[in-house]
């Protein structure tokens, strides 16, 4: 009898290190299919994120000063005594933060940053693998040292913007309600207000691009969350179990010491709407919609107010929304098709142009361009062949925007082209300037705003050449091109 139990239970413990050996090579295995990008993608992104909070900080910080200085001495004149108050010693005003920032002080101390769930699940996956670093190739332990010390300091450096951009709006918001009855609407207050109000929206964006995962980041956490370790590690160190705790009983039905559960908390609502009378369901509802419909009036005047908070108290102000994106965001990518008329004896010319534009603010872009000429024979006895190059320079205008949203509706459109009609064997033959006809061009262009991966939207353009009459060899008055934006 004692040597069937000691049987049994060896076939017991060989089981379970069976299934714990087996589960260990399976997680081992599922490490090693962790992108090498992943981690490289992981230090860029951070990289340039506080690259971008600072550099735009300090910039900020050093607009505000100026401006601020400015109403200091204003304010010496007009009422000293206010002047005192708003930057008397102990004042945190922007030159105070500039100067911390630009010496690598803390700006303001104990402050706790928001909660960001991109960030803490990027923190506990980069955590995590830090934890099984033995069981990982020997090519991801140096970036994976990497990726965990510049998480480390964009912790520190989102803190320290986020606590920035709370002072910015308190001084701000300070200086007008201050100054603004012995200066009145001063050029200076005004440029703060606008300054803030784009430093705010500029900090969402970078937010916005930074927390936008690449392929490897989405491959990397989704085999991370096939890994039952991984996810036992989440729940015990992520930063949303830091913040709310996790009871011994998580997962079962008690709940946790000193709340009411939510059965509790559903049985006597639904005792107090049955003490209310047959009709009080009906008026709690109608009650919830009159609140969400004024909630809604709200929102909406929010951002007719400039999509923003911060710019309440300027009614007047349009903002260029251009001015809180990237360099990159401004840029354009396009291409556009021109066809000659192909007719059954004569040949004809097709203008295969690309272009790079760039959005000076939410109604004009401008760009270059360069266009390949290729002419074909007629239907006859078709043929391709090399028919020269151009060069193009053109202005977008906004004049009616469309329903398709703020890249789509009406330009008034302009530019000058150089065009090469002449088939050439090397640059050296481009240098002759008599050989290029030149080309004034405005008309009107309707751009459709296309939501797919490659292309952002398409264009008709319909242009009159206003130069077409200097032409040595006769040309169209009026083109018509389609193209499209990526």
Known sequence: MN?????????????FSYNSLAQTDSNLASLQKIPSKYLSQINNKVQKYTDRISSKTEKTLIRLSKWENKIHNLLDKASPETAQQLFGEGSITFSSMLHKVQEGKTVAENY???YDDYSDKLTTGINYLNTQNEQLDKHLLKPLDEAKQEIKKLDKDVTESEAITKLIKERKQQLISSSIKYIGKSKYLSKINKETYYYVEAMRNYKEIFSDPKKAEETALTILHNIPAFTKYVAENSMLSS??????DYGGVQSIAGLQTRASINSLIQDRIAAGGPNAAAAISQNMQMAQAELTKLKDKVLKAGNSSTNAELPNFKPNTQKTKTFKQRIEFGSNFQFGKLTRFSSSQADLGMSVGYKLNDKSVVGLGMAYKLKYGPVSSFYLQHGGIGARSFVDYKLLSSHG???GGFFITGGFEMNYNIVFTNLRSLQSSNEWQRSGLIGITKKIKLKTKYVKGTNFQVLYDFLYKT??????????????KF
């Open 3 to 15: 040597a069937l139990k000691i049987a049994m239970f060896s076939i017991i413990l060989f089981c």
């Open 405 to 407: 949203g703020v890249g």
């Open 471 to 484: 032409h040595v060899v006769p040309t169209q008055a009026v083109v018509f091109r389609v193209g499209y």
């Open 243 to 248: 913040l709310f705790g996790k009871p011994t």
């Open 112 to 114: 706790k940053a928001q």
